[in-house]
């Protein structure tokens, strides 16, 4: 199994809609998470971290899973600018995984 | 806020010269710095750890006569990409972890070898 694997995408979704991303991972000593968003052909940035059992940001939310060893990324209400490719980041050796594609449309 | 500085942000050279990437963390000092590849619609792939003072340390796959890392100080390290060639077409990235223990990326370099 490989140590991070995301939810295929492309994810289409219109303005407005729910939508969540899962992230699996393999190594459980893992105590922290990243999640990150990048542009097309820009560097990533950092979206949010996980830590505990979960965050919270305005619309995002990340959540960590340890007895299933996943954590998911919950953006409500979508706008046209979340249109982006989510990673998430696996410390301390900075596994990517191949993230997913998130295209919102009106 | 912390910031990596990278350049150049694109490059074209001809197949068979080298070329220099530079990151620079602006405003605090890293000890490590991280140089990735990524493909078009492809991962980030880590190629080397960057240690200051230290050789670096390759990821398997990676050639480390081809793609030499220098840490020569606390705020820059540089990728060389070694006698490039058009296999070697990718968009390069560094980061760097702050004091806070935050991932900060440069904004890339887009290299072209023709």
Redesign the interface.
């Known amino acids: 199994r490989k140590e991070v694997e995301q939810d295929p995408g492309p994810f289409n979704v219109p303005e407005g809609a729910t939508v969540a991303f899962n992230c699996t991972y393999s190594n459980s000593a893992s105590q922290s998470f990243?999640w990150y968003r990048q542009d097309c052909?820009?560097?990533?940035?950092?979206l949010m971290?996980v830590y505990s059992s979960g965050n919270e940001d305005g619309r995002f939310t990340a959540q960590l899973n340890r007895a299933s060893q996943y954590i998911s990324l919950l953006i409500r209400d979508s706008k046209l600018s979340d249109s982006a490719t989510y990673?998430c980041?696996l410390?301390p050796?900075?596994?990517?995984?191949?993230?997913t594609t998130l295209s919102v449309s009106s | 806020g912390a910031v990596v500085s990278?350049h150049p942000s694109r490059v074209i050279c001809k197949s068979g010269t080298s070329v220099k990437i530079e990151c620079r963390s602006l405003d605090f000092q890293a000890t490590t710095m991280?140089w990735y590849r990524q493909f078009p619609k492809?991962?980030?792939?880590?190629m080397a750890t960057s240690n200051e003072g230290s050789k670096a340390t390759y990821e398997q796959g990676v050639e480390k006569d081809k793609f030499l890392i220098n840490h020569a100080s606390l705020t820059l390290s540089t990728l060389t990409v070694t006698s490039a060639h058009p296999e070697d077409s990718s968009?390069y990235?560094c980061?760097a972890y702050s004091r806070n223990e935050?991932?900060?990326?440069?904004?890339?370099t887009?290299l072209s070898v023709l």
């Open positions: 990243f052909r820009k560097e990533p940035k950092l971290s990673l980041v410390p050796a900075l596994i990517f995984g191949k993230g | 990278q991280f492809q991962s980030l792939m880590l968009f990235i980061s935050k991932l900060f990326f440069g904004s890339g887009q």
